[in-house]
């Protein structure tokens, strides 16, 4: 028994309301033994011991671990001790002591999942040998039971100044300052205290600490700081962490119900007394309360046999879980939704949805329970309401966070080993919140629906009737559809159970279909519910299946592929002619609500990824190093030598990134496809492309080209598929260096969108679900069309950068250019972007991307010389730059061909003055003399004016002629049109009446009695150079 101040400790505070009370009742007597420390045998672990393993650096090998270590920490981990009591008669107490001893948590890592928000990072604070049992390279042990542990682990290291406000690492800084102090067990109970150093604003302050735990689980905690969070404190880190490292420092004792047994009834009145004594002004009213209620025969504490021990341990009836504060949970979910559209609020709810999958990584009931308050609040967000009565969409945000959940459910309910009754209950739970108006809808829209992409083929009049009776889909639906799987397979639990299942010598009926010609074993499942097996695999802490599994389903998509290219060879030549196709997967990979692609990738990789010695450090700033991965050879029977985990990764999202597919219905719908796509491309990026690599990828782009209407880079697809603008742009920067020929191929095939043109072909078949957006539009809906456009255009102009100075690559990027994209604004970038990259600062122009940027830039002219534009001035002024860039020539050949480029405002006002400005007017004043008149030409030499030091020239646009003149002060440019008056038509080339639309604006004229109408157009002033124009 305790004695002194030591005894005082077994007194916490009183515990908060809705805190767990005493665990169960204690009756039975303990055999007659000593109240003092147990004294183990050498090399045993135990009080006053660091038991098995443990000792300094250097010391000898320990012992090995005795059977009763070995049953102890066995049974502690399984069995509540109430159990134990009830099957064995008499327990000697130094099994009771052991199994006291080993049933608390043993691995730090569960301790930092329960302290800090950052999954998987503040773990580089726990100790190698207590993250040994739960590291990344390790499966968990499944719940309820702990990985054996060598002992308590040797000190972590210090902590990394980043991360220094995390509760995880204030308490390691607590414990090694020396903070914990007064740490004893009794039984099922730790209790310590821990004192906070003082700070410039804070004094010193001390908290007493308590902490229950049972079956290598901590049940409940209290503390004095008050702590209001989801996880525990620092004060509650520090203690548990004391226990875990030193437990030869901390005091055992058994429950205090084993020592009550001991004592006669002096000795237990005096126990009553002294603690009455010490502590009466906060326990004697209850203390009385008690007595009157035990004196009392009828009283209903005397109808119970035995009395509560709080150190007892739990019930046999009661859930052994992890603490966590349910109402936190709650209040924190609640809290971060009320503050809307904010960064932080979104970011913290994203932290939660990581903290479930780490629990359920580490096969804890909590991620379960967890998901299920957080479901319960998003449920009960009040927006939810007020968005459908106003009829509009989630806004984005809160739309991402919503498939998260619904994501994570999926997870959850596809948990291989869960009990049917706990599958059960989630479906109904599933159920009712899926029935409620509020809940969300799969496509992220209210109201009138479009109809589902899944249900895409081509359907006659009745249509609209069928859409109607749509069945409705939430964001709970496919979690709900989960609820129906099971993995009873035989084939399935072969495929994820070894490495080295292979095709029998001997087939039965229809095994033939389950194996490839390689005898490597197949899984024929929907491509995207087969993947949720492997999220829900990975999810649950099963890495090793989870690959397996991968590995299946990507042998069976290269059999798929195999048999696509096989039909399209037998229909390439009717297709061709048709000129187009149908959609040949209704239901695209990227952008899925169940992310498959991404989620064979991830799974992939992370069996490659390297693990360097700080990557686990936390960072704040978010700071994080790329990853680094190595190649791992696929472990199969039959499977090829060379192949590794990270070159099937990269096949994978070649594969679902070059699926034909169509675009999907509703704005956030379409957005997530390009954020999809984006957030695949950033991680293939990551990737290092070595020689199997680039192997792998040549092999992937060549099946895509010939891919047919079942790639997106086929020579045939459906007018409205998801374009490859994006994907072709990784694809071409990435082959470049190693096969141009393929790269450009490539890169020009996936330049088109043919959504865009005019009419569709003949022989399309127009997807039914884009009837109603078809009229009175000849485009379907889409939503995201300017980003779409943009990224046609930053393919391009990565095409035309790395053609520069290759005039063969420049026609034909240039070509494509010109026959796929559509927008004036976008060809003008593009020719903005070829002038800078031809006219660079430090060296020599190239002349023939110039000329490249000439072209798009008179194709711009064209396009928008009938249409509004509201850069139209700024196209004009930049045309005449860049012909004057590109020589003489090309300025006089705009000239000439003025009227099918500018308006006549614009030929005598914006193009005459900056002809002028730029070179125009500088090569009319400097050239010599000449015979006739034509366009671009002066009509006479600088005339020198004596008594203003003036010269002067003219030269013809047209029927138009252009003063230039020049003097000390000034250089202006006039524009006069010789008979001309306002209003009349402008005269066109080689003195043909120009249209009657082309009309000289009355601006243009000034109306006088000269001779010559004037108008002046341009005043700069004077400059040894080409001047900056004040536009």
Known sequence: MAEGGEGEELLRPPLPAGAPGPKRLCSRACPAGGTGAVHPRPGAAGAGSAGPGAGASGAPPALPESLLDAAAKRVAGSWAFERVEGRFQRIPEPVQRRIVYWSFPRSERQICMYSSFQPGRAAAAASPASAAAGGPSAAPAPAGEESPAAGPPPPAAPAAPQGEGLPFRRGIRLLE??????????????????????????????????????????????????????????????????????????????????????????????????????????????????????????????????????????????????????????????????????????????????????????????????????????????RLSLWRQQGTGITEKCRQLWDELGALWVCVVLNPHCKLEEKSCWLRQLRKWGEMDVCPLEDGNYGNELPNITNAL????????????????????????????????????????????????????????????????????????????????RSHGYPREALRLTVAIINTLRLQQQRQLEIYKHQKKELLQRGATTITNLEGWVGHPLNPIGCLFLTLTEACRLEEENCLEISDAGDSKPPVYQHVPVVTGSQDGDESYLSLALEVALMGMGQQRVMPEGLYAQDKVCRNEEQIIARLQDLELDPVLVQTLRKQCILLLEGGPFSGLGEVIHRESVPMHTFAKYLFSALLPHDADLAYKLALRAMRLPVLETTAPSGDVTHPHHLVSVVPSRYPRWFTLGHLESQQC????????????DMLRLRTVLEAIQKNIHSSSLIFKLAQDAFKIATPADSNSDTTLLNVALELGLQVMRMTLSTLNWRRREMVRWLVTCATEVGVRALVSILQSWYSLFTPTEATSIVAATVMVWGGGEHLLNSQPWDGRTDGQRSSSPALDDSGGRKSGRCWLGHTQVLAMEDSAHRRCRVRVPGWAPGLPAPGEGGAAASPSRTLPSSVVQPNARPFSAHPVLRAHSSPGPVALPF
Not at 515 to 521: L, T, V
Not at 794 to 805: D, F
């Open 177 to 382: 300052t020396g903070a914990v102090d007064n740490v004893l067990q009794v039984g099922f109970h730790l209790s310590g205290t821990v004192t906070e150093p003082a700070t410039a604003t804070e004094p010193e302050m001390t908290y007493k600490v308590a902490i229950s735990f049972d079956r290598c689980k901590i049940t409940s905690v209290t503390c004095g700081c008050g702590n209001k969070d989801i996880f525990y404190c620092a004060h509650v880190v520090a203690l548990s962490l004391y226990r875990i490292r030193k437990p030869d420092q901390v005091k055992l004792r058994l429950p205090i119900s084993e020592t009550l047994f001991q004592m006669n009834r002096d000795q237990l009145q005096k126990f009553v007394q002294y603690l009455i004594t010490a502590h009466h002004t906060e326990v004697l009213p209850t203390a009385q309360k008690l007595a009157d209620e035990i004196l009392s025969s009828n009283s209903e504490i005397n109808q119970v046999h035995g009395a509560p021990d709080p150190t007892a341990g739990a019930s046999i009836d009661d859930e052994n879980c992890w603490h966590l504060d349910e109402e936190q949970v709650r209040e924190q979910v609640k809290l971060f939704l009320s503050q809307g559209g904010y960064y932080g609020s979104g970011k913290q709810l994203n932290s939660m949805f990581a903290k479930v999958r780490e629990m359920l990584r580490m096969r804890d009931s909590n991620g379960a329970r967890m998901l299920t308050l957080i479901t319960e609040q998003f449920m009960a967000d009040p």
């Open 458 to 537: 081509t359907q006659s009049s009745s249509h609209s009737q069928d859409s109607l009776a749509r069945p409705r889909r939430t964001v709970f639906t496919r979690a709900i559809e989960g609820c129906d799987l099971h993995w009873q397979d035989s084939h399935l639990q072969r495929i994820i159970s070894s490495d080295f299942y292979v095709s029998p010598s001997y087939q039965r009926e229809g095994e033939s279909l389950l194996f490839n010609s390689q005898g490597q074993p197949l899984w024929l499942e929907h491509v995207p519910t087969a993947c949720a097996r492997v999220d829900a695999l």
């Open 794 to 805: 930053e393919l391009a102009s990565t095409m035309l950068t790395a053609a520069k100075g």
